[in-house]
């Protein structure tokens, strides 16, 4: 991270070093040259894809949550262990939705090596929301801010301002890349609204299974009538169920929404009986496409499920189909699968 000064008597011990080390006084990518990039670990895929637009191919980012796994359940395997104690530092979500993963990084991180919650970071505690799958009394709020643009877009921010601290050779690209990252953020959240408003207000709607759009929801003028997943992960209890289909009757959805990573018949039934459309696509956390692909990233993924929303619920989303989602800056960044 440091400039080097390159010394006129070069060792043969220092050979190895200066040959990767390459770098001279002002280079701006001294880090990237030097070989010694940043290592950065994430959790969660739509984490790592927006650390990734600010870091671009300037750090390393290794992914600690492989895509389609319960991001709220996961506990890392021991040996994460050995690259916890390589990392500068840790992005999490936080808002407790990785509690054994941060322990882990707690225990093994090197000195100088932080965890960092950009979730936490993002939003009082004052406006943390409570609900259904997330209730107060169990200590755990609703953790999905990053399907809000406005709340990730805070995560790039943070992210882009603690990076230019550990490494602030780089700090110029970083805020270049984070410039770039706002200004697309802003045309999505354009063609969201566009694409929202063809949707009469009564018809914003939200009934899912995973309950990932609470924060969503208020940015953006929509209802979550509720949300089908109990706190404990498992399916809801015969009284729920009925209860649920009683209130999807009441409330008129056109639609009702489950989750690619949580299969889920009960919501299936809910539908067939409640006589509404079962759309069971939406993700929180599992980008679509390939590691590589524009659709893999967090734009990508937040992309997807609104169009999916908009139709679904019988609006049109030509706004939002026009636009492109995609990386502002190469993602190089290791995504487990
Ligand atoms: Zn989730």
Redo the contacts with the bound molecule.
Sequence with gaps: MRHRIRRALVTVLLLGLTLTAGACGDDEQSSEASGEKLEVGTTVAPITSIVANIGGDRVKITGIVPEGTN??TFEPKPSVAELMSKLDVLYVNGLKLEEPTKELAQENLKEGAEVVELGTKSIPESEYAYDFSFPKSGGKPNP?LWTDPTYALKYAEIARDDLSERDPDNADYFKANYDKFEAKVDEFDKAMRASFATLPREKRKLLTY?D?YAYFAKTYDWDVVGAIQVSDFEDPTPQEVAALIDQVRKEKVPAIFGSEVFPSPVLKQIGKEAEVKYVDVLR??DLPGKPGEAEHSWMGLMHFDYVTMTESLGGDAAALKAFEPGNVAPDKAKYPQ
């Design positions: 991001s709220h999905h995973h990932a929180d956390d």
